[in-house]
């Protein structure tokens, strides 16, 4: 106790010197700390409606205590593992086909030593990258609609019968995955673009006096030099799986698709927002951010001890 | 270097299958190139395309019968130029609002003799792993009067944290300790020696703050659809999920006597998208660097 104590009183001190010292920094830090006690940890303090009757006039503090109520509800309702399915296996999807491609893309620039093409390349990869969800979804929804976008024109062109590919539940995933990928990929590159770099030249002088062929060169030393980056963007992925963004899963619903497109996030904004059944939306968010947070730790300590790479 | 011009050079020949290798990842580059230009090129072109070509899927690369019917459309259509006005504001003054916060909590953060820094720092990362939800957020917006306001775009997001660790890792990168307390010997203050000394030297890092706010805030929907209600504060991304994807029930138009208008509805859409996305990939090649750097100066671990 004693240790404590003095411990405190020594950052006391400190704080105080500091704060005679850095006054204005102080005053600086306080307008953007503020913004994330009001828009950051009052939310977080407010998820206790999760275990509350929300009542409008009482508000959240004096609304009377369920407990589980609402987090038993939604156990109990069959659209729970529904929802849980459809959001895990949009994400997994979306990491097994969108993590490896920005690696392969970048090992295959990094082979190009005609700079022009390399750049333009990049260039153009990059872009789709500004392009915002509502007008990607607009654009996909213009490709893919049944008489009149251009993918089912070519499709009845080669004898084929048009899809109505949004209203095909089991396309849902692929388009969302595919067109994810079509817009980040160059950006998501470029990240592992720097990490070729970075890679020490001796390591290449090497592999060629061994002679080592492009693709040894690659598996050798590309790989191994770019592995930490990889981990760690691994990681970062890992830890957004239930936080699968809602924005164009939301804008991408209709009621064809909504078996498979119906996921927690979306759920959670019907629920709430729509139907205004806060309790039991801030029930189901909970859950999903817990879930979460347990998973980024999870993924961080393991990755941490088969390979000294982690968040923190 | 007398010596190694007397020695022949010897290059190592490529062999027949590295540049086997070297040739399949040139194929696989150029269709990653078709398949990313592509979309766009067809949008842009269908969207200066006569309606009936655009309809009849006569469009397949290049424009064909070029008219601006659609353009002129867009600007004769107030709720489209409202949005346009609305979506130029957001981004203007929530990139200001933005920048200077994150500038002012990231600053402070990289000085070494500020205590608490370790604290702050924690306390913001932390919202990264964790939130409260849609709900619990929606609830604090409401209270405090902010639904259906501008304050609601502007304010409950400004702060991104991804945007404070890269400016606090710039500046502590780029401002030497030492500089900072030469100045505070000489009897500069901490505010003082920010506008003189810091912010002249970091133009890099403000222009990819600016940027990324900027280009955030245009392309955003999200808050703008759970916090507006009336539409002539609707930026133009809400304006235009209204009218390309909640219009989408195609078919509809079939039996209409006004074809020439449903015609006209459909090259709409493809006009609305270039306005919308063209301001961001005009600027684009020359910032490009810009956001380059933002990312990789984020991704050093400080």
Same mark, same amino acid.
């Given at each position: 106790m004693k240790g404590f104590y003095s411990a405190k009183n020594g950052y006391g001190r400190q704080f105080a010197k500091s704060l005679r010292r850095h006054w204005q920094l102080y005053v600086l830090v306080l307008p953007p700390l503020l913004f994330f006690v009001i828009f950051k940890y009052v939310p977080m303090a407010n998820a206790v409606l999760a275990f509350k009757d929300y009542n409008v006039i009482k508000g959240i503090w004096g609304s009377p205590w369920v407990g589980l109520k609402y987090f038993n509800m939604f156990f109990e309702n069959p659209i729970f593992w529904t929802l849980v399915r459809n959001t895990m296996l949009l994400s997994f999807y979306q990491l097994l086909a969108g993590f490896p491609i920005p690696i392969l893309l970048a090992l295959m620039l990094n082979e190009i030593r005609n700079g022009r093409f390399k750049r333009f390349i990049q260039l153009v990869t990059f872009?789709?990258?500004?392009?915002?969800t509502v007008v990607m979804v607009s654009m996909i929804m213009l490709f893919l609609a049944?008489?009149?976008?251009f993918v089912n024109i070519a499709l009845q062109y080669f004898g084929f019968e048009p899809i109505n590919f949004l209203g095909e539940p089991n396309m849902f995933r692929s388009i969302y995955v595919w067109s994810d990928i079509w817009q980040t990929a160059g950006y998501a590159a470029v990240i592992y673009l720097a990490a070729l770099a970075g890679i020490d030249p001796t390591l290449y002088e090497a592999a060629k006096v061994d002679g080592a062929s492009r693709f040894q060169k690659i598996w050798h030393v590309d790989l191994p030099g770019i592995l930490p980056t990889i981990t760690i963007i691994l990681i970062l992925n890992v830890g957004n799986i239930m936080s699968i963004g809602f924005e164009k899963i939301y804008l991408l619903q209709n009621s064809l698709n909504l078996p498979k497109s119906e996921v927690i996030a979306t759920y959670v904004y019907s629920m709430g927002l729509?139907?205004?059944?806060y309790s039991f939306a801030t029930a189901v968010g909970l859950i999903n951010s817990v879930i979460n947070l347990i998973l980024l730790v999870a993924v961080n300590s393991f990755a941490k001890r088969i390979s000294n790479n982690s968040i923190w | 270097m007398a010596i190694s011009s007397t020695v022949p050079k010897r290059k190592i020949r490529e062999s027949a299958g590295d540049r086997l290798f070297v040739f399949a990842i040139y194929v696989i580059l150029s269709s990653v190139l078709v398949a990313v230009l592509y979309p766009l090129i067809y949008i842009v072109s269908s969207s200066i395309s006569s309606p009936s070509a655009v309809v009849s899927g006569k469009v397949w690369l290049w424009p064909v019968d070029i008219s601006f019917r659609g353009f002129q459309t867009i600007f004769k259509t107030p709720l489209i130029m409202t949005g346009y006005g609305n979506s130029l504001f957001y981004m203007a003054v929530g990139t200001l609002i933005s920048v200077t916060l994150t500038v002012m909590l990231a600053y402070p953060l990289s000085r070494?003799?500020?205590? &608490?820094r370790k604290g702050i720092l924690m306390l913001v990362m932390f919202t990264m792993l964790f939130g409260g939800g849609l709900i619990p957020t929606y609830l604090v917006v409401k209270e405090l009067g902010?639904? /259906?306001?501008?304050l609601a775009l502007l304010i409950p997001?400004?702060?991104w944290v991804w945007q404070v660790i890269i400016a606090r890792s710039f500046f502590q990168s780029t401002i030497p300790d030492e500089l900072a307390e030469a100045s505070e010997i000489d009897g500069c203050s901490d505010w003082r020696f920010l506008g003189s000394v810091v912010l002249p030297l970091s133009k890099p890092i403000i222009a990819v703050l600016v940027l990324m706010y900027a280009v955030g805030q245009w392309n955003a929907y999200f808050d703008a659809l759970i916090y507006?209600? *009336? /539409?002539?504060?609707?930026?133009l991304q809400l304006v235009l999920r209204s009218i390309i994807i909640q219009n989408n029930?195609? &078919?509809?138009?079939?039996? *209409?006597?006004q074809v020439q208008r449903a015609q006209l509805a459909e090259l709409l859409k493809y006009s609305l998208i270039v306005v919308a996305t063209l301001p961001v990939l005009i600027i684009y090649p020359f910032v490009q660097r810009y956001f380059v750097q933002g990312m990789l100066v984020g991704s050093i671990k400080g």
């Amino acid at each position: 106790m004693k240790g404590f104590y003095s411990a405190k009183n020594g950052y006391g001190r400190q704080f105080a010197k500091s704060l005679r010292r850095h006054w204005q920094l102080y005053v600086l830090v306080l307008p953007p700390l503020l913004f994330f006690v009001i828009f950051k940890y009052v939310p977080m303090a407010n998820a206790v409606l999760a275990f509350k009757d929300y009542n409008v006039i009482k508000g959240i503090w004096g609304s009377p205590w369920v407990g589980l109520k609402y987090f038993n509800m939604f156990f109990e309702n069959p659209i729970f593992w529904t929802l849980v399915r459809n959001t895990m296996l949009l994400s997994f999807y979306q990491l097994l086909a969108g993590f490896p491609i920005p690696i392969l893309l970048a090992l295959m620039l990094n082979e190009i030593r005609n700079g022009r093409f390399k750049r333009f390349i990049q260039l153009v990869t990059f872009a789709p990258y500004f392009i915002s969800t509502v007008v990607m979804v607009s654009m996909i929804m213009l490709f893919l609609a049944p008489r009149l976008g251009f993918v089912n024109i070519a499709l009845q062109y080669f004898g084929f019968e048009p899809i109505n590919f949004l209203g095909e539940p089991n396309m849902f995933r692929s388009i969302y995955v595919w067109s994810d990928i079509w817009q980040t990929a160059g950006y998501a590159a470029v990240i592992y673009l720097a990490a070729l770099a970075g890679i020490d030249p001796t390591l290449y002088e090497a592999a060629k006096v061994d002679g080592a062929s492009r693709f040894q060169k690659i598996w050798h030393v590309d790989l191994p030099g770019i592995l930490p980056t990889i981990t760690i963007i691994l990681i970062l992925n890992v830890g957004n799986i239930m936080s699968i963004g809602f924005e164009k899963i939301y804008l991408l619903q209709n009621s064809l698709n909504l078996p498979k497109s119906e996921v927690i996030a979306t759920y959670v904004y019907s629920m709430g927002l729509l139907n205004a059944n806060y309790s039991f939306a801030t029930a189901v968010g909970l859950i999903n951010s817990v879930i979460n947070l347990i998973l980024l730790v999870a993924v961080n300590s393991f990755a941490k001890r088969i390979s000294n790479n982690s968040i923190w | 270097m007398a010596i190694s011009s007397t020695v022949p050079k010897r290059k190592i020949r490529e062999s027949a299958g590295d540049r086997l290798f070297v040739f399949a990842i040139y194929v696989i580059l150029s269709s990653v190139l078709v398949a990313v230009l592509y979309p766009l090129i067809y949008i842009v072109s269908s969207s200066i395309s006569s309606p009936s070509a655009v309809v009849s899927g006569k469009v397949w690369l290049w424009p064909v019968d070029i008219s601006f019917r659609g353009f002129q459309t867009i600007f004769k259509t107030p709720l489209i130029m409202t949005g346009y006005g609305n979506s130029l504001f957001y981004m203007a003054v929530g990139t200001l609002i933005s920048v200077t916060l994150t500038v002012m909590l990231a600053y402070p953060l990289s000085r070494k003799t500020f205590f &608490g820094r370790k604290g702050i720092l924690m306390l913001v990362m932390f919202t990264m792993l964790f939130g409260g939800g849609l709900i619990p957020t929606y609830l604090v917006v409401k209270e405090l009067g902010m639904i /259906d306001s501008r304050l609601a775009l502007l304010i409950p997001n400004a702060i991104w944290v991804w945007q404070v660790i890269i400016a606090r890792s710039f500046f502590q990168s780029t401002i030497p300790d030492e500089l900072a307390e030469a100045s505070e010997i000489d009897g500069c203050s901490d505010w003082r020696f920010l506008g003189s000394v810091v912010l002249p030297l970091s133009k890099p890092i403000i222009a990819v703050l600016v940027l990324m706010y900027a280009v955030g805030q245009w392309n955003a929907y999200f808050d703008a659809l759970i916090y507006l209600k *009336s /539409d002539k504060l609707f930026p133009l991304q809400l304006v235009l999920r209204s009218i390309i994807i909640q219009n989408n029930s195609a &078919g509809a138009m079939d039996i *209409s006597i006004q074809v020439q208008r449903a015609q006209l509805a459909e090259l709409l859409k493809y006009s609305l998208i270039v306005v919308a996305t063209l301001p961001v990939l005009i600027i684009y090649p020359f910032v490009q660097r810009y956001f380059v750097q933002g990312m990789l100066v984020g991704s050093i671990k400080g």
